[in-house]
């Protein structure tokens, strides 16, 4: 395997998802302040809290993005291309049928639950109930774009991903300006311009598969061990999936019951800003994954184990440096940002990003456990704890103790996963766990305790917005000059300031 070759095809999709990023986020953070004044914190409450009961399903969605890209990855990997265009099609025929038990499902059990047990102000039910089946409609479309999105991934054509997702944000903006001009509901009207969205998302998908990638195009087949292949991989993600969900809509639903949907509301915006934060890990990541799962299917162990170590550090030296000034000046941003700030959006805000730091050093773990395509024991593991949320959510609020508890132990449960994570691997691959603590646990240790104290002292100072925006700049400067010499060797911190040099000098 070419490692240099490889090294720069990451370097040079991560520049290219990273533009795409910067945009990205400035367009939803903006699209995010129109509507939230439009629709206002009541409005919003109940579009998030709805849209929240059909990602219910969304695990089955998550599980197959995930478990198409691994099965497309490994086979280019592995040069069988005859193999790639079949797994192609057969993922699209589990596809047709995901969005057909998710139809099922949504319209009997989740309708159901929609009307018997959520909490919605009176006169807005009717809405709520058209709002749903607008976010069944999105939601299903999605599904069937995701194997030509895995597609463009898997073969790292990361510059049209990063190109067309640009346009599609700029679509969702195109969504939330439109409330600006409509007097009528304004929750319905965003709900139908997503899912027209999502309409003109697939079909742009899919011509540029089928242009460009062969094994894109579509040829009806069955092949029962195939099928039971995808069907199994899949079922094992979906139940990391549940658990997920469990961790996140499931909590959400709980105070939705408990405190109504003014707590829906804090928990929206704090999961806008983990989002837009943890979109600068997720792009690096992206990057990352495909040769993560092509080097194991090579057999190439020590690039393998490389590109592993390499992501966790970088991932959570990224995630640091954005996240860290967000925690320290969290009410002042948001008192920029919003209209008006939901009670406990900023305790929900800081936990929710150190909730995001811990994914982001265990995310490259995760992608090796899926190159492997051993993930049974794994995801029961993973999956029962990470469903601890929601009992432990309802216990805190019954007990009428403050939300913010269960954020707290949200942080709590990803920490303990991680370190579960590192000794499942050792157990199953003989993933060197020791190296893995040494090579990347104990710097990312040593690195909080240099870089942190002194921004924290400071905040604790800084008043104004002047001084806030003093915070940010130094804490992002020192942050960044600590990661170099701590989280990065020498060939690797070389590598950066050469890629930073080359940039600077085409600009």
Not at 175 to 185: D, E, H, K, R, T
Not at 251 to 259: A, G, M, T, Y
Not at 476 to 496: P, Q, Y
Request: include cysteine.
């Amino acid at each position: 395997m070419d490692t240099n070759s490889n090294n720069k095809r990451i370097a040079k999709n991560t520049l290219m998802l990273y533009f795409r990023m910067f945009l990205i986020m400035g367009v939803t953070l903006f699209s995010f302040r129109i509507i939230l004044k439009e629709l206002g914190e009541e409005g919003y409450g109940i579009y998030n809290v709805v849209a929240g009961v059909v990602v219910l399903f969304s695990f089955l969605s998550g599980a197959m993005t995930q478990s198409t890209q691994r099965f497309l990855s490994y086979h280019i990997g592995r040069k069988d291309y005859t193999e790639l265009q079949r797994v192609f099609s057969m993922s699209f025929n589990v596809h047709i049928v995901i969005a057909g038990i998710i139809l099922i499902l949504a319209e009997t059990v989740g309708l159901w639950f929609l009307n018997r047990y959520m909490n919605f102000p009176a006169g807005m039910v009717t809405t709520a109930n058209i709002v749903y089946q607008c976010s069944i409609f999105t939601f299903i479309v999605q599904i069937l774009t995701i194997p030509f999105q895995a597609s463009i991934i898997s073969n790292e054509r990361m510059s049209f991903y990063a190109y067309f997702s640009i346009l599609e944000a700029l679509l969702k903006l195109s969504s939330a300006i439109l409330l600006i001009f409509f007097i009528g509901n304004k929750i319905i009207i965003y709900s139908i311009a997503l899912s027209v969205v999502s309409v003109c998302v697939f079909f742009t998908y899919r011509f540029y598969c089928r242009l460009h990638f062969e094994h894109c195009v579509y040829h009806y087949f069955f092949d029962m061990k195939l099928f039971k292949n995808i069907i199994s991989f899949s079922g094992w993600n979906m139940l990391g999936g549940i658990g997920n969900v469990g961790a996140t809509q499931g909590v959400n639903i709980i105070l939705n019951i408990f405190r109504g949907v003014t707590l829906n509301a804090a928990m929206g915006v704090s999961n806008q800003v983990a989002g837009a934060v943890s979109s600068f890990v997720t792009n690096m990541q992206t990057a990352f994954n495909p040769q993560i799962i092509k080097s194991y299917a090579a057999e190439d162990k020590e690039y393998f184990l490389s590109l592993i170590f390499r992501a966790s550090r970088f991932s959570f030296l990224l995630i640091f440096i954005i996240g860290f000034p967000v925690i320290l000046c969290c009410s002042t941003i948001f008192d920029i940002w919003l209209t008006e700030t939901p009670e406990y959006a900023v305790p929900f805000t800081q936990l929710i990003i150190a909730f995001c730091m811990i994914d982001a050093i265990s995310g490259p773990l995760w992608t090796a456990a899926q190159a492997c395509g051993k993930i049974k024991t794994y995801m029961i593991i993973i999956a029962t704890m990470i469903f601890t949320n929601v009992p432990a959510a309802y216990i805190i609020l019954y007990l009428g103790l403050s939300p913010v508890w269960l954020m707290v132990y949200k942080v709590a449960m990803n920490l303990l996963i991680h370190f579960t994570r590192i000794g499942y691997l050792h157990w199953l691959i003989c993933f060197p766990s020791f190296t893995y603590l040494r090579k990347v646990m104990l710097p990312i240790i040593l690195y909080i305790m240099i870089a942190a104290p002194l921004p924290f002292l400071i905040s604790q100072q800084a008043e104004t917005l002047f001084q806030n925006l003093l915070l940010i700049t130094f804490t992002v400067c020192e942050c960044t000059v600590v990661g170099l010499f701590i989280m990065m060797s020498s060939n690797e911190r070389r590598f950066v300031m050469d890629k930073i040099r080359s940039i600077l000098h085409l600009a």
